[in-house]
Antibody
């Protein structure tokens, strides 16, 4: 069965970086795009960016450009999202989510990773 | 960027009642590219509806989607206890992919 398993919760200080992983299984890793979506406490869903695991190409939300980097490791079927220059407003649950092509809905989601930014 | 506005913010209903949730887009969205998700506390969102009206695998037929252009609707014909949750609409036709702010369906 399709699974997206994310890394565990992180606590970071302002100005630091965090790298969250999302390991895919149960399907052909390079055949589906992976998005990252975040959710601040008590808030809605916010799209962060997308990576094509086959080519490594990425598109980021304008808000995060310059601070976010998405990469993939095809040998382990894992994608990574690194967010730098963290501030308190980045405290959120970060989800990875799968989509069959670029213009497609998100059919499977990871369990989420809580990133807390606090001094 | 396409902004999605959901209404109402909160819907207070009893089990067995009908729920009607609205999602309005700031510009026209092809119905092909409109989805609805359900999210329960502490859980990831779950896909309910895609293409504005197609139910995802395993979604009961009490969930229905409709609409076109800038106005879309999610209807739950008879609320079951497990349906009390937050619902989000999403457009995935063009980057940046955007979500509505959510409608909470709570027990009255």
């Amino acid at each position: 069965q399709v699974q997206l398993v994310q890394s565990g919760a992180e606590v970071k200080k302002p100005g630091a970086s965090v790298k969250v992983s999302c390991k895919a299984s149960g399907y052909t890793f390079t055949s589906y795009y992976l998005h990252w979506v975040r959710q601040a406490p008590g808030q809605g869903l916010e799209w962060v960016g997308i990576i094509n695991p086959s080519t490594g190409s990425t598109t980021y939300a304008r808000k995060f450009q310059g601070r976010v980097t998405m990469t993939r490791d095809t040998s382990t079927s894992t994608v990574y999202m690194e967010l730098s220059s963290l501030r308190s407003e980045d405290t959120a649950v970060y989800y990875c989510a799968r989509a069959p092509t670029v213009n497609y809905y998100f059919d499977y989601w990871g369990q989420g990773t809580l990133v807390t930014v606090s001094s | 960027e396409i902004v999605l506005t959901q209404s109402p913010g909160t819907l207070s209903l009893s089990p067995g009642e009908r729920a009607t949730l609205s999602c309005r887009a700031s510009q026209s969205v092809s119905s092909t590219y409109l989805a609805w998700y359900q999210q329960k506390p502490g859980q990831a969102p779950r896909l309910l509806i895609y293409g504005a009206s197609s139910r995802a695998t395993g979604i009961p037929d009490r969930f229905g989607g409709s609409g076109s252009g800038t106005d879309f609707t999610l209807t739950i014909s008879r609320l079951e206890p497990e349906d009390f949750a937050v619902y989000y609409c999403q457009q995935y036709g063009s980057a940046p992919w955007t979500f509505g702010q959510g409608t909470k369906v709570e027990i009255k």
